[in-house]
């Protein structure tokens, strides 16, 4: 990435320096391909006199060499002396795992906040956080071998799109025909699906109401 936008900001200046612009027009442009490209712009050493328009630019080799041996390097500090490197790296992928956990539960599970007075409640509201973050975990580890591309939350976000309706048929004799039936699947949801290698459960048998009362049918 840096590579591409260094080679654009370095294009976009080579273009400024062959247009006539006056001094004014030609800070507004230096300072929009730098807001452009800020990483890259670290990179290039521009001189432009106090006066005048004329300006040149040249890479800035130390900078770059100095990028490039910080590329692909994580440091860890840490008080536990004497402990094995791979080992203390676990340690730190196991806090980053639990931090995560927490945040799922808190924000897209909805486990905070809790306005129940009642402890039961509030057991309950837990457990059924808890059951959700289970589901979540067991999602995230089915996505690694079968589509690692796709994260879990992209996943839900777009199978909650698939609703349940109750279709209501008025009959004659002042009965109603309940049909339950799920939103029929687009494309990227039937993409999905089957490449979880999950399969929707069958439509639920229609009801019909009769004496006030909800019966079951089978049609």
């Known amino acids: 990435m840096r590579r591409r936008q260094l080679k654009r900001l370095w294009s976009r200046l080579k273009r400024l320096s062959g247009m006539r612009l006056n001094r004014e027009a ?41 990028v490039r041996r910080r590329e692909g390097r994580y440091l860890l500090r840490t008080n536990l002396c004497g402990r094995d490197p791979a080992e203390l790296w676990q340690f730190y992928i196991q806090l980053v795992e639990i931090e995560a956990a927490f945040k799922n539960l808190k924000d897209d599970l909805g486990l905070r906040p809790i306005y129940h007075q009642l402890e ?3 057991e309950a509201h837990i457990f059924v956080a808890f059951m959700a973050y289970c589901l979540h975990v067991t999602l995230r580890v089915r996505l690694k071998s079968l589509a690692g591309g796709i994260t ?13 309706l109750d279709v209501h048929f008025p009959t004659i ?16 949801q ?14 639920p048998p ?12 089978r049609m």
Do not use: C
């Open 190 to 203: 039937k993409l999905l699906v089957s490449q979880l290698k999950l399969s929707l459960p069958p439509q």
């Open 26 to 66: 030609l800070l507004m442009k230096l300072g929009a391909a730098r807001a452009n490209a800020p990483t890259a712009w670290r990179l290039i050493d521009i001189k432009l006199p106090p006066k005048g328009v004329a300006f040149s630019f040249e890479l800035n080799h130390q900078k770059l060499r100095e």
């Open 120 to 122: 039961q409640r509030i």
């Open 152 to 164: 879990a939350r992209a996943v839900l976000d777009k199978l909650a799109a698939i609703q349940m």
């Open 173 to 188: 004799d002042g009965r109603t025909l309940i049909l339950s039936r799920y939103t029929e699947l687009n494309s990227d």
């Open 206 to 217: 229609p009801r019909i109401t009769t004496s006030g009362q909800l019966a079951s049918t």
